[in-house]
């Protein structure tokens, strides 16, 4: 018997997952050894990224789910890093995607309902994308961190007691921060030659 063909998806290739949504299409671009990527331009990567953020059930893979999750992306990455005028705007591009949905309260069979309306199914994703980048603002906007490696573009939510997350992750970012400093400690520390004491004079001094 011929083996049944694979439908899944692929793998999410990212260093980092399971963010809240708005981080999590943030940090679907990413760099590493190998450079710069982006998974939304990759053949395939759209639904690579409506699986892993659980949504590929409710939302399209089509163009306008990916237009729409773009236009969030760049108002995210704006409001994340603008300043004055420009977070205006940002928070002008932001409160457009909130228009194209609205919430619906409906008495149901089994009680209260709350549904979630989009202009069109691909506008859902980006809507709730935006929706609940709002709700993490009003709960903990402190918590929203930046990787502390400078070259990391990786955004993360901390939900740590002490809130004392710095890292994307502890085995990448992390380990090589501790690394690096391992290595500069090693590099400044005197050199002392071999045999002599400490505090005792070297020969002919």
């Not at 773009?70 to 457009?96: H, K, P, Y």
């Not at 918590?143 to 007691?161: G, H, M, Q, V, W």
Request: hydrophobic share 35%; net charge neutral; proline share 7%.
């Amino acid at each position: 018997m011929n083996a049944q063909p694979d439908h899944a998806a692929d793998a999410d290739p990212r260093p980092l997952l399971g963010e809240p949504l708005p981080l999590d299409l943030l940090n679907t671009r990413w760099v590493d050894g190998s450079g710069a990527h982006d998974l939304l331009e990759r053949p395939g990567g759209l639904a690579i990224w409506l699986s892993s953020a659980g949504l590929a059930d409710i939302v399209p893979d089509t163009q306008e789910t990916l237009g729409a999750l773009l236009t969030t992306r760049s108002a995210l990455s704006s409001i994340v890093v603008s300043e004055g005028s420009g977070l205006e705007q940002s928070r002008e591009m932001l409160n457009d995607i909130l228009g194209h949905g609205r919430i619906r309260r409906l008495l149901g069979t089994a009680g209260p309902e709350t549904v979630v309306e989009t202009d069109t199914p691909g506008w859902l994703a980006a809507w709730r994308t935006a929706d609940l980048y709002l709700h993490l603002l009003e709960v903990g906007p402190d918590r929203i961190r930046k990787c502390a490696n400078p070259e990391c573009p990786l955004r993360f939510y901390d939900t740590s007691k002490n809130g004392g997350r710095r890292w994307c992750s502890m085995t990448s970012c992390g380990n090589r921060a501790k690394t690096r400093r391992h290595y500069e400690r090693h590099q400044s520390a005197p050199r002392r030659g071999k045999g002599a004491a400490i505090g005792q004079p070297s020969e002919g001094a």
